[in-house]
């Protein structure tokens, strides 16, 4: 059914997402953009990865990509992965 909620997309728990945008961004701007991650990619985009609680908070981040004046390259959810081992940023065995 089209209808049909799906638990493992329509939780309470919030999304991770990754929104790429063209140019680099400095660190200065994690708490504009409500303390998420900023990694700079040697393409020279800036990727904003973290925990968005809902769609209204993930409209209001796009606003402030706007506000910035920045190119928006894409967003998307971040999937889940397997626990890593501590500070290694590898999957446990």
């Known amino acids: 059914m ?3 909620l799906n638990p493992a997309t329509d939780s309470n728990e919030p999304r991770a997402y990754q929104i790429r945008l063209k140019g680099h961004l400095g660190s200065e701007w994690a708490d504009w953009f409500g303390g998420m991650s900023i990694t700079l990619e040697d393409n020279g985009d800036t990727l904003l990865t973290g925990p968005v609680v809902d769609q209204a908070a993930l409209h209001g ?3 402030r990509v706007r506000d910035l004046g ?3 390259v894409s967003v998307s959810p971040v999937e889940p992965g397997p626990p890593t081992a501590l500070g290694t940023g590898q999957a446990d065995a």
């Open 61 to 63: 981040l796009l606003k």
């Open 70 to 72: 920045m190119p928006l």
């Open 2 to 4: 089209p209808n049909e």
